[in-house]
């Protein structure tokens, strides 16, 4: 095995389905419905919502490290999520339609090295990363577009 890419446990959102929106805007989240595909992201099974399902849009803290790089963004979460998916030596759905940035981070926190890889590109370019850069432990995908966390890749 090279890497493995590690969904979110959807489990610390699954009570924010039941709440209303004035309470979920307290906690600085949203609920919204997939209206296209892809477009939707969730960040637990690593699919794209179809249309009409409902997700959470919440802020995640994704690199939780007391160095420059600590960083958080909006990510979401389907509600038919019922466990984190892993992928082994294979890529997400969510990989093979995005541009992807992928980021990587040593044992300490701190960025080492960082590539863009095209849609279609990020089984080569993971596997180059951790190849090529034995420093690196763990890899974070962003959506280069808007930015955002998409998975956490760590070397096997």
């Known amino acids: 095995m090279v890497y493995r890419v590690e969904g979110l446990d959807p489990a610390p959102w699954r009570p924010f389905f039941g709440l209303s929106d004035a309470e979920l805007g307290e ?3 949203r609920r919204v ?3 296209l595909r892809p477009g939707f992201p969730c960040r637990a099974t690593l699919e794209d919502a179809q249309p009409g399902e409902l997700l959470i849009l919440v802020n995640r803290l994704s690199h939780d490290v ?4 600590r960083s958080a963004y909006a990510i979401y979460i389907r509600e038919l999520a019922s466990a984190a998916a892993c992928y082994v ?8 339609t995005r541009t992807l940035s992928l980021r990587g981070f040593d044992d300490d926190g701190m960025l080492r090295a960082a590539v863009l ?4 590109d990020a089984d080569a370019a993971i596997r180059d990363f951790f190849r090529e850069r034995r420093e690196v432990a763990t890899i974070h995908a962003h959506n280069a577009a808007a930015g955002c966390f998409s998975a ?3 070397r096997d």
């Open 66 to 69: 007391e160095t420059p790089f």
């Open 117 to 120: 890889a095209a849609p279609g």
């Open 89 to 96: 030596d294979a890529v997400p759905p969510v990989f093979e």
């Open 27 to 29: 906690r600085r989240a």
């Open 152 to 154: 956490r890749i760590v």
């Open 33 to 35: 419905v997939a209206d």
